[in-house]
T-cell receptor
Framework: NAGVMQNPRHLVRRRGQEARLRCSPM?????VYWYRQLPEEGLKFMVY????????ESGMPKERFSAEFPKEGPSILRIQQVVRGDSAAYFC??????????????FGPGTRLTVL | AQSVTQPDIHITVSEGASLELRCNYS??????LFWYVQSPGQGLQLLLK??????LVQGIKGFEAEFKRSQSSFNLRKPSVHWSDAAEYFC????????????FGTGTQLKVEL
């Protein structure tokens, strides 16, 4: 059983461009979480999604950031008009429906975004 | 709001020595508690978790942690550290009953001297 997959692993963008980060949850997992890790900091929650629904987006910046988890395909974290402060590692985690109740989340390897 | 404090940013131990990484949390009720390990350039791997019951929990790679409600702590321990344990360790807390987001501490970087 493959783990949580994220791609790309490394992404370089210039200021003002768009960044699209993809996350494929583990097989059988229907809950996806996105976290951001800034340099020298711990992970900060961004958003929690189930298939076709955003459950909790309390950690998402108000502008330029959006997330989706369609019925088919991976979850996408989209950052429009990137700025240097968006440079960070973005981690996706997934959990099965029963796991969501006790918060056992399985993490992917992360996407490291660098904004030039 | 819940929070997690890991007071030690860096810790260095000799291989074979014992290890204790500190974690204190702030939460209104009994939380769900986790320890994750992150190797350089990698994602997070779950070491152990506490939901309820026995306050001493055993995890993978020989790690254990003890939940102490009176001290709001969940310290991670290992009796004998191996060089391969060098990594960053994160403590995290989540609310029971459907609060799905994890709140992480800032991490403790462990260095192991041979």
């Amino acid at each position: 059983n493959a783990g949580v997959m994220q791609n790309p692993r490394h992404l370089v963008r210039r200021r003002g461009q768009e960044a699209r980060l993809r996350c494929s949850p583990m097989k059988g997992h229907s809950h996806v979480y996105w976290y951001r890790q800034l340099p020298e900091e711990g992970l900060k929650f961004m958003v929690y999604l189930q298939k076709e629904n955003i459950i909790d987006e309390s950690g998402m910046p108000k502008e330029r950031f959006s997330a989706e988890f369609p019925k088919e395909g991976p979850s996408i974290l989209r950052i429009q008009q990137v700025v240097r402060g968006d440079s960070a590692a973005y981690f996706c985690a997934s959990s099965p429906p029963e796991g969501a109740r006790n918060n056992e989340q399985f993490f992917g390897p992360g996407t490291r975004l660098t904004v030039l | 709001a819940q929070s997690v404090t890991q007071p030690d940013i860096h810790i260095t131990v000799s291989e074979g020595a014992s290890l204790e990484l500190r974690c204190n949390y702030s939460y209104g009720a009994t939380p769900y508690l986790f320890w994750y390990v992150q190797s350089p350039g990698q994602g997070l791997q779950l070491l152990l978790k506490y939901f309820s019951g026995d306050t001493l929990v055993q995890g993978i790679k020989g790690f254990e942690a003890e939940f102490k409600r009176s001290q709001s702590s969940f310290n991670l321990r290992k009796p004998s550290v191996h060089w391969s344990d060098a990594a960053e360790y994160f403590c995290a807390v989540a609310g029971p009953g459907g609060g799905n987001k994890l709140t992480f501490g800032t991490g403790t970087q462990l260095k192991v001297e041979l």
